[in-house]
């Protein structure tokens, strides 16, 4: 058990020799190229979230420039809306006038128009009753008047129907 | 006769032949090329090839694990360069740890000589990181820190210089005295069944069943403390190698 502590310096040697050597192999041959494999591929991801952050600030700004538009579009259809309907009731109103007056002048016209046949219509029928009542007094007076005599005759029931209310 | 086969257990053992005819070997050495070879050919082909794919992802993470918790934090990020080092001591001494879990091979950190050269290199490492990074004179100046009243700094100069060599000594006896513990401990509790079935052969085979168990409870631990020692060390070392290499010492 004395020798538990007891150094062998070739084996010392032979231990900082095949430290050195293996250092030198697996730095050269395995941990290089592994760790040039995990820092691309921490590069890579690395990137990967840059690249996907930016896209989402992009997004976010597109999102954010879409929004003012949509609420500007909206502003201005309902503007837009509003002068239209400002206009509609402004025709409306002009319309509706219009017609009143169109209808009212179409009924000042055919009350006039009624008016001048019914007063046309009342000469020819007091015309017909004087030439009937001058045929009817010639048939009893059996006397023939002579045609100066018929038109001072017509006047005068002409007169006399005249003074009087016709009734329809 | 059990101090005998206790020793026969835990110190290396000369073989009877030579390399290269003239070489003498011993169970340790042999061991030891072992390993080298061992990973050296085994390591940069799982690394090439990406397979077995468990053993592959295991190294990532050592690698990883070590850059970013050991390297990065005690070297800053000028350190990085330093990983493959700390990555070949991680492995080299769990290698040397493990061995000796395997029925008939050893732990040739359980020898103080291994422990003495891997405290060795450390030594050698922080030496040349030293004298690298602040010149010869400056990192001897290093170990008196600033402000130190001009008596007082030859006396904490030799301390800082004992201190140094300390760190070393501790290193080394730390990891030998835990690898070889964990057998010590195993063998005695085996030998307990001998010792017990020397008085009675009954109760020496009775006493198998708690032995066993107990062996194997320790074995158990043995195989936590391969990786603690293994993290230990390549921890310390790149604490003291990383206060060398820094400025702010």
Request: net charge neutral.
């Amino acid at each position: 058990m004395d020798n538990l502590l007891k150094p062998d310096f070739g084996l010392m040697f032979w231990t900082a020799v095949n430290f050195l050597l293996l250092l030198f192999l697996l730095g050269k041959f395995a941990w290089k190229p592994m760790i040039k494999a995990l820092e691309d591929r921490e590069n890579k991801i690395a990137q990967d979230k840059k690249d996907a952050q930016d896209a989402r600030d992009a997004a976010q700004q597109i999102k954010a420039e879409l929004e003012s538009r949509l609420e500007n579009i909206s502003k201005e259809a309902q503007e837009k809306m509003r002068s239209v309907e400002a206009l509609a009731a402004a025709e409306k109103d002009s319309m509706i006038k219009e017609a009143k007056h169109t209808s009212s002048v179409l009924v000042d016209h055919a009350k006039a128009e009624i008016e001048a046949r019914k007063n046309a219509a009342l000469q020819d029928v007091k015309k017909e009753i004087a030439g009937l009542a001058v045929e009817a007094a010639r048939k009893i007076a059996a006397v023939k008047i002579d045609a100066e005599a018929d038109a001072r005759l017509i006047e005068k029931v002409l007169k006399d129907v005249e003074g009087k209310e016709f009734k329809a | 006769m059990i101090e005998e086969a206790l020793a026969h257990h835990i110190i290396d053992q000369p073989i009877h032949a030579r390399l290269f005819g003239f070489m003498p070997l011993s169970a340790d050495l042999v061991t030891l090329f072992c390993i080298t070879l061992g990973l050296a050919f085994l390591l940069p082909a799982v690394i090439k090839y990406r397979k077995p794919v468990l053993l592959y992802t295991a190294l990532e993470g050592m690698v990883v694990f070590l850059r970013d918790d050991i390297v990065m934090p005690n070297f800053g990020p000028k350190g990085r360069a330093f990983t493959p080092y700390f990555c070949t001591l991680f492995i080299f001494i769990l290698v040397s740890n493990s061995l000796g879990m395997v029925p008939s091979l050893r732990t040739i950190t359980g020898s103080i000589s291994v422990t003495a050269a891997m405290a060795a290199t450390t030594f050698c490492l922080i030496l040349f990181l030293g004298v690298k990074e602040k010149g010869l004179f400056g990192y001897l100046k290093s170990f008196v820190p600033k402000g130190t009243p001009a008596l007082l700094a030859p006396m904490l100069f030799v301390l800082e210089v004992i201190g140094l060599f300390v760190k070393m000594t501790a290193l080394c006896i730390r990891l030998f005295a835990n690898m070889i513990a964990g057998h010590m401990v195993v063998v005695s509790i085996l030998f307990l069944i001998f010792i017990i079935a020397g008085t009675s052969k009954y109760i020496g085979i009775v006493t198998i069943i708690p032995a066993e168990a107990m062996s194997l409870f320790v074995n158990v631990l043995e195989i936590l403390v391969i990786f603690i020692q293994a993290y230990v060390f390549t921890l310390l070392t790149a604490i003291f190698a990383g206060e060398a290499f820094s400025h702010n010492h």
